[in-house]
Nanobody, 118 residues
């Protein structure tokens, strides 16, 4: 299983970006996928997640601004980020959680940097 995130970049406050995460391997074992972010000097935190049944969950700080979605035909997950703020600046990582024997299996992609200027 591999994950490849893309779509990061430099944007002004109030702007938008769309992140993509392409995953390889069978999608039928996926329990959930999610986006995490890690700002410099801080821990990695969950931004948004989506289950196999398309239930979504968002961090309070991004509710109403970010939207997570997935396209199973393209094995791709997206994060539409609107009304970006400087505090959204971070490296964004995509995560995949699969059903495993006895415990969930986690996979991570390399991050993509999002920088929001004020």
């Amino acid at each position: 299983v591999q994950l490849q995130a893309s779509g990061g970049g430099l944007v002004q406050a109030g702007g938008s970006l769309r992140l993509s995460c392409v995953t390889s391997g069978s999608i039928f074992s996926i329990k959930a996928m999610g986006w995490y972010r890690q700002a410099t000097g801080k821990q990695r935190d969950l931004v948004a997640s989506i289950t196999g049944g398309d239930s979504t969950n968002y961090a309070d700080s991004v509710k109403g601004r970010f939207t997570i979605s997935r396209d199973n035909a393209r094995n791709t997950m997206y994060l539409q980020m609107n009304s970006l703020k400087p505090e959204d600046t971070a490296v964004y990582y995509c995560n995949r959680k699969d059903y495993g024997p006895g415990r969930d299996l986690h996979y991570w992609g390399k991050g993509t940097l999002v920088t929001v200027s004020s």
